[in-house]
């Protein structure tokens, strides 16, 4: 079992910055992603950003060159920081993790939710 903290989201103005922080606790697998997701009112809930093992990062084109998913691996916590907010960026922000075995585990956490006001 891996357990997932959330916390760092809130209200900002269009054009402010976040950081979120997902901590992880219990099983630590050797091979994983942390991805956050988003999942607004009405709508999916999507991959925002993750990231692997090997610290390999991936993004959705909408925040490219605007957010940044990071880790510290002493903390087991990921981060993602976000830049140049706008209110389509309004939505509850998940941590997901994966870990890879002899076969797939996935944990969510409760999620945080960001608003983003013009």
């Known amino acids: 079992q891996v357990q997932l903290v959330e916390s760092g989201g809130g209200l900002v103005q269009s054009g402010g910055s976040l950081r979120l922080s997902c901590a992880a606790s219990g099983t630590i697998f050797s091979i994983y992603v942390v991805g956050w997701y988003r999942q607004a009112p009405g709508e999916q809930r999507d991959m925002v950003a993750g990231i692997n093992q090997g610290g390999y990062t991936s993004y959705k084109e909408a925040v490219k060159g605007r957010f940044t998913i990071s880790r510290d691996k002493d903390k087991n916590t990921v981060y993602l920081e976000m830049n140049n907010l706008k209110p389509e960026d309004t939505a509850v922000y998940y941590c997901?993790?994966?870990?890879?075995?002899?076969?797939?585990?996935?944990?969510w956490g409760q999620g945080t939710q960001v608003t983003v006001s013009s």
């Open positions: 997901n993790y994966k870990g890879y075995s002899r076969e797939t585990f996935e944990f």
